[in-house]
């Protein structure tokens, strides 16, 4: 029967895996951890209180009603009022402040001639946040004061009018989605999409490198008893999506949920899309890991990967702005399916009809690393299944141990 | 003096281990150089234009259609579609066809003639956090205009000139300058951290993978043996020939960055060189430390991992350091990447004397002289040393 020599595969595999603790640290420990810091790590979302130096060079009732404001908004924190340019621009260079918000010595005189005064803000580039900072608080200040100068100056004037006057269109603005616009929200479900595809690719070229050193050294590959490679490749996906359901069960349901993350799946659509993102990432796995040749070069190989995958998603860098080459080589990976669908169906709350194209993506990229994991596989091991086969491979073991020893008995002669 | 023996021939050996084994080329050339193409390529613009966003115009008349059309001439902005109600929308926005939109709802203009204050919004899709953060600059600029010129058509019936217009409709202005990035340029500002970050993952993986190897493979003692039993002999004989192509890969990204792409430097090559090449030997000497301290294979590349991912998002060069918790603040200490960057900012960037950033150079200089507290405990592991499964 295939379906119990699935079975049979699936449990081999299983016990293989739960004894391994090299491969328990990538399929438990490191899902288990890793996001936890991340979500930690962008716990915050947003910058605040972002410490510059103010130069007054106006030093009048307006002026430092404008500092005061900048000061009260939550972007901001004014750490020192400075006497010139140059003591600021100090505080900049030791890294105590990241901004700077000149006012020149004639602000408020042009205020009151009834023209357009100018505030000079000039602001450390060394990370974003801190420009948008910047800008939102004292937009907001500037904004605010610009309504209460009209309103003096419209005096004579009814409230309402002086209201329309001031304002004709309003406008208000939504973020959607990720109500704090921060940077867990976006980032993290991300991380969570990648750490599962990553720690899989890992486990499984651990346990293939594992098999092949065992190999060389005289024995048997997995499943090599059976006839039918499909059972063979079928049980141990089974066995991965077994420890990859509960798995992707925390990672996805529990980490989210513990750090109050917008969470708006469904759960069948969500069921629905990650069943073959698991599928597709197992195949993908088991694709590459033949070409493992042992435990630890996994790491080499395909840690510094998952930098580029969080970008190839256009998670981060849009999409529609992507060279077109890098978007062609992105559809490589079920990470950048599963990073977009995952992003919108927890984020979102989209429904699987509207990440149709994603989950289409997934399965076709099932369909194919099952076929390839499928002809590698025989490729590679169809020797192994010959009759006698036990044979051939413990006397090849031994003849690569002997002429090695043979190598270092020479070379000590000739040295001698 | 055997041939076989001293710094030289140890060198040789590693060549040769090099060559042999294509892991160390992938790892080595083929992965940073992979890194470094693809970063400078998918941010070759720079700043994203034409990012799609959709309107929902429920009032159809002359003032809504000039607001949408102003909209369309941003450069970062393109209105690729218009939409019938808000649901529909939304829904675009959940299928990713649009990063944002403008709800004009019905009776704007009827409102804004009879100066009854309509209200226009903006919705973005923040699960996009950049295009996200640039759709709402355009948007917001826009409203504010749409604004600003129905009150303008007001003053100059009252006999104002352009000047009074601005001066009242707009008091105070804000002239917002970018010290050393001034074209908010995402390339510079991700991929001057970006390509060391991915150097510095490579090195601690190799040099901690490629001592332990020795001891997985049973080639310890007779590595200690070539170096007459003198550990830093063997240790840094071995790191020579990687440390060598490291720093050329170092070259090729320096070169790649400040010549080809030509993003600003400014206090020029030498101290960028200087800062590359301290952080390579910083992170040998960091992967040192920990192979010695942790005689396992598995585990101790597991923490090089570990910290070299790790060291991306703790170095603060995308979330600033100020914004995490503080415990991970004072984690920040230890990653050699967190001082490349600070030195980074300070010579490239803002371009200040080489004394700013003494410290964060003597930091460097620190990690590259940890080894020295432990090493003695892998000249013990090479000698009586066992692989475990």
């Known amino acids: 029967m295939w379906f119990k020599d699935m079975l049979d595969v699936s449990g081999k595999e299983l016990r293989k895996v739960l004894s391994d603790s090299g491969v328990l640290v990538f399929f438990i420990i490191v899902p288990l951890f890793y996001p936890l810091l991340y979500a930690y790590l962008y716990g915050r979302e947003v910058v605040r209180e972002v410490p510059v130096v103010v130069v007054d060079e106006c030093r009048s009732a307006t002026s430092r009603e404008f500092l005061r404001k900048s000061d009260a908004t939550p972007d901001l924190k004014i750490i020192s009022y400075c006497a010139d340019m140059e003591e600021a621009r100090n505080l900049i260079h030791r890294h105590k402040a990241y901004g700077l918000i000149h006012i020149p010595a004639e602000f408020e005189r042009t205020l009151a001639d009834g023209r357009q005064a100018t505030v000079n803000l000039y602001c450390d580039m060394s990370g974003l946040l801190y420009y948008k900072a910047l800008l939102s608080g004292c937009t907001m200040v500037s904004l605010d004061m610009n309504r209460d100068i009209q309103m003096e100056r419209l005096s004579g004037m009814s409230d309402w009018e002086k209201d329309v006057m001031t304002m004709p269109i309003e406008n208000e603005y939504v973020t959607m989605f990720n109500p704090a616009n921060g940077f867990q929200a976006f980032l993290i479900p991300a991380v969570l999409i990648l750490v599962l595809q990553q720690t899989l690719i890992l486990g499984v070229c651990m346990l293939a490198g594992t098999e092949n050193e065992r190999r060389r050294a005289g024995s048997l590959i997995l499943g090599a008893e059976y006839s039918n490679p499909i059972t063979v490749l079928g049980g141990k996906a089974l066995a991965y999506l077994l420890v990859y359901g509960f798995t992707a069960t925390y990672v996805l349901c529990f980490v989210p949920w513990l750090f109050n993350m917008p969470q708006l799946w469904q759960l069948p659509t969500l069921v629905a899309f990650i069943v073959p993102f698991l599928l597709a990432s197992i195949f993908f796995a088991i694709s590459i890991s033949f070409f493992i040749r042992d435990r630890e070069s996994c790491f080499l190989l395909f840690v510094f990967v998952s930098v580029p995958l969080i970008f190839m998603s256009g998670i981060s860098w849009p999409t529609s702005n992507m060279p077109v080459f890098w978007r062609v080589v992105a559809q490589i990976f079920p990470s950048t399916h599963a990073i977009n669908g995952f992003a919108r169906i927890g984020t979102s709350g989209a429904l699987l009809q509207d990440v149709r194209y994603e989950c289409i993506g997934l399965w076709i990229q099932s369909a194919v690393y099952f076929m390839t994991s499928l002809i590698i596989y025989e490729r590679m091991y169809r020797s192994d299944k010959m009759p006698g086969a036990e044979f051939v491979i413990s006397v090849r073991a031994k003849v690569r141990k002997n002429i090695r020893v043979a190598k270092r008995e020479i070379k000590a002669k000739l040295q001698n | ?389």
């Open chain 2, 1 to 389: 003096m055997n041939k076989d023996h001293g710094f030289w021939a140890i060198i040789r050996r590693e060549v040769r281990r090099m060559y042999s084994r294509p892991l160390y080329g992938l790892s080595i050339f083929f992965a940073p150089l992979f890194c470094y193409i693809f970063f400078t390529t998918l941010m070759g613009e720079g700043l994203p234009q034409g990012l799609p966003a959709g309107v929902v115009d429920e009032d159809n008349t002359a003032v809504s259609r000039s607001i949408l059309r102003n909209l369309d001439s941003y450069q970062q902005t393109e209105i690729i579609k218009q939409y019938a109600n808000f649901a529909e929308a939304r829904e675009a926005m959940q299928k990713n066809e649009i990063y944002g939109f403008f709800y004009i709802p019905k009776g704007t203009q009827e409102l804004a003639s009879t100066q009854r204050q309509p209200r226009i919004s903006i919705y973005t899709n923040a699960t996009y956090l950049i295009p996200s953060s640039l759709l709402y600059r355009d948007m917001k600029t826009m409203a504010v205009m749409a604004s600003a010129a129905v009150g303008r058509e007001v003053l100059y019936a009252r006999g104002a000139n352009l000047d009074q217009a601005m001066g009242f409709l707009q008091p105070i202005q804000m002239d917002m300058r970018a010290l050393g990035n001034p074209w908010l340029n995402y390339n510079v500002y991700l991929s001057n951290t970006m390509l060391p970050a991915v150097l510095v993952l490579m090195v601690l993986m190799v040099t901690c993978f490629s001592i332990h190897t020795e001891l997985k493979d049973d080639t310890a003692r007779e590595w200690m043996e070539m170096a007459n039993d003198n550990v830093f002999k063997a240790v840094s004989a071995k790191l020579f020939p990687q440390t060598m192509v490291f720093s050329l890969m170092a070259l090729v990204y320096l070169v790649l960055l400040y010549g080809v792409l030509g993003f600003p430097d400014n206090n020029g090559f030498w101290p960028m060189l200087l800062a590359a090449e301290m952080l390579i030997l910083a992170s040998q000497g960091f992967a040192v430390f920990i192979a010695s301290a942790i005689p396992s294979l598995r585990w101790s590349l597991s923490l090089c991992t570990l910290w070299g991912v790790l060291s991306i998002p703790i170095s603060g060069f995308s979330f600033p350091v100020m914004g995490m918790p503080p415990a991970l603040q004072g984690l920040s200490y230890l990653f050699p990447l967190r001082y490349y960057f600070l030195i980074y900012v300070d010579q490239a960037l803002n371009g200040v004397d080489m004394v700013f950033s003494a410290w964060f150079y003597l930091a460097l200089l620190g990690f590259m002289i940890l080894p020295l507290v432990d090493i003695g405990m892998l000249r013990k592991a090479a000698h009586n040393y066992t692989y475990l499964i």
